[in-house]
């Protein structure tokens, strides 16, 4: 008979049952996943909404950064179901099946383990100014706070590690990192691997896309992850997609493209985030002081949660900071946002076009060139210009990851997927640019003022207020 008690089952909305090893179908001596998924690092990112602040938009996008690591750990299975074999026959050094299929899956564990409050957001208002990411920060935590647990994992529901091998924490952040140029040198089949992390279509967009899809109420079912899967293996190229699921990877971008648009790029998120971005600048210190890499312990305890319920006392305070701060965090936290979307404009860029121009060519650009051009009483205005970019095609510079072929079986040869026709008329990437205002007053000059800057391609898909 099976031994049932050797692991536990989480039923998810996605993917059905996921299935992780329990402690008490391991030795002792070992480290379940388990174990791992019930440590305070992976626990605190039930604290951490999955869409940062668009959850304040769409009222069922309530999952958090912990249902979407159990699912990428889930989908790591899943893709070395269809791509183990085919890296053994690339790689002659590749580890046991046991082996890769533990990396991957306690990768997609722990990608987001160095994620703050609000996600990415925090990322570029708070992380950014100590020279980190999320991911750099959780590469740290992986390989200081758990890598003795981690080098204890042997064994997952589907495979088990040889003996001689043991689980590296180095290259689990590896994996969850994005090339620099100066990375160290690696196994070639590692550095395949990555392109499961970076890349066009991976265990984690892929898993974001459809949970995000379904948790807002875009998509029951958007787009056809199994067919992406099947279709695709490692070639001596890298990453390879057969002709076959050209269409179903042509969907999926489709569909990412559009949450972006419709979710992540909402014009009330938007507004929210710019509300926000007010807030981070005069609270930064007071929210968390000092780095977070030099304070692990004290970070491990900070989440929105935390954070939500702190500022949502500070009318109480003794310092004065504080109190002065709190009527506008109670402003945010009661969701009354002052920044109303005055007009908004979608300029799309092809493989040939100059995206940066003098108007995009650094934050702030298009505002200062847009001022110029306004009257007096306009211009000393209250308004705010957000722009708002998407890569349509998504690439990552580097020579081990974010790389992706195409196998064209009429000729039988495998070839840059970007070479490919459908693929090719997908735009390079788009930007949604958008004013934001206090009021009305000088909304058809502000509107008439961006469409002479932008000129008549940036004037598709107009929305005004």
Same mark, same amino acid.
């Given at each position: 008979m099976k031994d049932f008690a050797s692991e536990n089952l989480s039923h998810d909305p996605l993917h059905g049952y996921i299935a992780f090893t329990a402690p008490t179908g391991v030795p002792s001596s070992e480290t379940s996943e388990r174990d791992i998924i019930d440590h305070p690092w992976l626990q605190r990112l039930r604290q951490i909404h999955q869409l940062q602040t668009a959850w304040w938009v769409y009222p069922t996008a309530e999952h958090t950064r912990f249902q979407h690591v159990l699912g990428v750990m889930h989908l790591a299975s899943r893709a070395v179901v269809e791509l183990y074999d085919s890296l053994a026959e690339v790689c002659a050094d590749v580890p046991s099946r046991g082996y890769v299929e533990s990396l991957l899956r306690m990768a997609g564990l722990l990608h987001d383990v160095g994620h703050g409050p609000f996600g990415h957001f925090f990322d570029a208002k708070f992380l950014a100014h100590y020279g980190l990411t999320h991911e750099t920060l959780g590469s740290q935590i992986i390989q200081q706070e758990l890598g003795d647990l981690l080098r204890g994992v042997r064994r997952n529901p589907h495979s088990a590690l040889d003996e001689d091998e043991r689980l590296d924490p180095a290259q689990i952040a590896f994996l969850i990192t994005r090339p620099t140029g100066d990375d160290q040198e690696q196994p070639r089949w590692l550095g395949l691997l990555r392109s499961l992390f970076c890349g066009i279509y991976t265990i984690d967009n892929m898993d974001f896309v459809l949970r995000d899809a379904y948790m807002t109420g875009y998509s029951a079912c958007s787009f056809d992850l199994a067919r992406l899967l099947h279709y695709s293996f490692f070639?001596?190229?890298?990453?390879?997609?057969?002709?076959?699921?050209?269409?179903?990877?042509?969907?999926?971008?489709?569909?990412?493209?559009?949450?972006?648009?419709?979710?992540?790029?909402?014009?009330?998120?938007?507004?929210?985030?710019?509300?926000?971005?007010?807030?981070?600048?005069?609270?930064?210190?007071?929210?968390?002081?000092?780095?977070?890499?030099?304070?692990?312990?004290?970070?491990?305890?900070?989440?929105?949660?935390?954070?939500?319920?702190?500022?949502?006392?500070?009318?109480?305070?003794?310092?004065?900071?504080?109190?002065?701060?709190?009527?506008?965090?109670?402003?945010?936290?009661?969701?009354?946002?002052?920044?109303?979307?005055?007009?908004?404009?979608?300029?799309?860029?092809?493989?040939?076009?100059?995206?940066?121009?003098?108007?995009?060519?650094?934050?702030?650009?298009?505002?200062?060139?847009?001022?110029?051009?306004?009257?007096?009483?306009? +211009?000393?205005?209250? &308004?705010?210009? @957000?722009? *708002? #970019?998407?890569?349509? =095609? %998504?690439? /990552?510079?580097?020579?081990? +990851?974010?790389?992706? &072929?195409?196998? @064209?079986? *009429? #000729?039988?040869?495998? =070839? %840059?997927? /970007?070479?490919?026709?459908?693929?090719?008329?997908?735009?390079?990437?788009?930007?949604?640019?958008?004013?934001?205002?206090?009021?009305?007053?000088?909304?058809?000059?502000?509107?008439?003022?961006?469409?002479?800057?932008?000129?008549?391609?940036?004037?598709?898909?107009?929305?005004?207020?």
């Open positions: 070639s001596e190229q890298g990453l390879t997609i057969h002709d076959r699921a050209i269409g179903a990877l042509i969907r999926f971008l489709g569909v990412r493209a559009d949450l972006f648009r419709s979710v992540y790029f909402h014009r009330t998120v938007r507004a929210i985030d710019l509300a926000l971005t007010d807030l981070f600048e005069a609270s930064r210190d007071l929210l968390f002081a000092g780095n977070p890499a030099e304070q692990l312990d004290g970070y491990r305890r900070f989440t929105e949660w935390s954070l939500l319920a702190d500022v949502a006392s500070w009318h109480q305070a003794e310092d004065e900071r504080r109190r002065a701060l709190a009527p506008q965090w109670r402003q945010l936290l009661d969701r009354q946002i002052d920044w109303k979307m005055v007009c908004q404009r979608h300029k799309v860029f092809a493989a040939d076009d100059a995206e940066s121009g003098s108007l995009f060519s650094y934050e702030g650009a298009l505002a200062e060139q847009l001022r110029q051009g306004l009257s007096a009483a306009a +211009a000393a205005s209250d &308004f705010r210009v @957000d722009v *708002a #970019r998407h890569i349509h =095609r %998504p690439h /990552t510079h580097g020579p081990t +990851a974010g790389v992706n &072929f195409l196998y @064209d079986s *009429a #000729r039988e040869q495998t =070839r %840059p997927l /970007t070479d490919d026709q459908l693929f090719r008329q997908l735009p390079t990437s788009a930007r949604i640019v958008r004013i934001y205002a206090r009021d009305d007053a000088h909304a058809d000059e502000l509107t008439t003022a961006l469409d002479g800057l932008l000129g008549p391609a940036g004037r598709d898909d107009v929305t005004n207020m």
